[in-house]
């Protein structure tokens, strides 16, 4: 399974992230960002196929559920009245602008599943070739919660892989990613341990993600190609200087070639995984070497033969993607053959 590339569409593309915390105020859509995002994606528009991806749905609609809690229920519920909701206000301050918006609410089945994925980017390509921008915002009405996006980071980071973006922007509710003295910092060369370790631990209260997911999924987008910024709506022109580079947070793209199957594998697979390796297990597969038994220090989330799972170091940071050659219920129940392969070489994508 692999992406195609975007060979067809003369104009680089653009994903823009809007965490709920970087729209919304007191639950309420703020109108006055919406405009700001609606004036800068019209300079924006002849140079970039732009794809806008918003959060903001269960924030605008909770406060229309009594009580309301945060349940998986009450969320579901909450995003089927707020998704209207948002449409409406983007569709409102984009029309003086003559620019057309396109819902697309998806689910991570549309990417794991290479026909389904197809369809969404022949749809997208028809919406651009017709000057409409899509919203994209997960479906959280019928996702099934066992195979939901961890939150809107990974959608945007889906999208951005998938359409081979040149960039990827994260509107949150801080300026950047912040030094220990509060400062930003304007550029991560790479995105490593040093760099995760900076973010706060923290989230907002409307949304599901923070600064460690902005930054996992930043660190991504780089390997494979992207350049990414994390950025504020509260900055002047955030967006466009997002883009030159004169606001937030880069992270620059890592200069290394990805195939279209690897970057499916790493990216749009559904993965479900984890196993934690050694340092040894590292530097083999860092050298192009097949993951073998003996490596793993523990197998964190169980998988058969054919699906992806993570390979992560003995922190917890995943260090690359694998597919599986053998099932982890047979590593478990076969100890002592330390030398069966997991996953072969050409099967594994270093992060």
């Not at 970039?48 to 009594?66: E, H």
């Not at 969320?75 to 003086?96: D, Q, V």
């Not at 033969?305 to 478990?332: H, P, R």
Request: glycine share 6%.
């Amino acid at each position: 399974m692999d992406f195609p590339k975007n060979k067809s569409m003369k104009k680089p593309v653009l994903v823009i992230k809007f965490g709920s915390a970087s729209i919304t105020t007191d639950g309420e859509i703020d109108e006055r960002i919406v405009l700001e995002i609606a004036r800068q994606c019209a300079t924006l528009q002849s140079k970039y196929n732009i794809v806008l991806v918003s959060s903001g749905a269960v924030a605008a609609g909770k406060r229309f559920i009594p009580k309301y809690t945060g349940s998986l229920a009450q969320r579901k519920a909450a995003a089927a009245i707020g998704n209207p909701l948002l449409i409406r206000t983007y569709s409102t301050y984009f029309k003086p602008f003559r620019i057309a918006l396109a819902q697309s609410l998806c689910e991570r089945h549309h990417f794991s599943n290479r026909g389904q994925f197809l369809q969404l980017k022949s749809t997208y390509e028809t919406l651009w070739k017709s000057n409409v921008i899509p919203v994209a915002n997960e479906n959280d009405v019928v996702s099934n919660k066992e195979l939901k996006f961890s939150d809107n980071d990974e959608l945007a980071t889906l999208i951005a892989v998938g359409f081979d973006a040149e960039q990827l922007l994260f509107s949150t509710s801080v300026p950047g990613v912040l030094d220990s003295q509060g400062n930003v910092i304007p550029t991560i060369e790479v995105v490593d341990k040093d760099a995760l370790a900076l973010a706060r631990k923290e989230k907002s209260g409307v949304g599901l993600g923070g600064m460690t997911s902005k930054l996992n999924f930043a660190r991504l987008a780089t390997q494979m190609g992207i350049k990414a910024v994390i950025f504020s709506m509260q900055t002047e022109n955030g967006i466009l200087k997002a883009i030159a580079g004169e606001t937030g947070t880069v992270c620059l793209p890592q200069r290394k070639k990805v195939s279209s199957r690897n970057k499916w594998l790493a990216s749009g697979s559904l993965i479900v995984g984890m196993v934690y390796v050694d340092q040894g297990a590292l530097e083999a597969i860092r050298a192009r070497k097949s993951l073998l038994a003996v490596g793993v220090v523990q197998i964190v989330e169980d998988f058969v033969v054919g699906e992806v799972f993570q390979i992560a170091d003995t922190m917890g940071i995943v260090q690359a993607v694998a597919k599986a050659k053998t099932d982890s219920a047979a590593l478990k129940a076969s100890s002592a053959k330390k030398n069966i392969a997991i996953a072969h070489a050409d099967d594994i994508v270093l992060l």
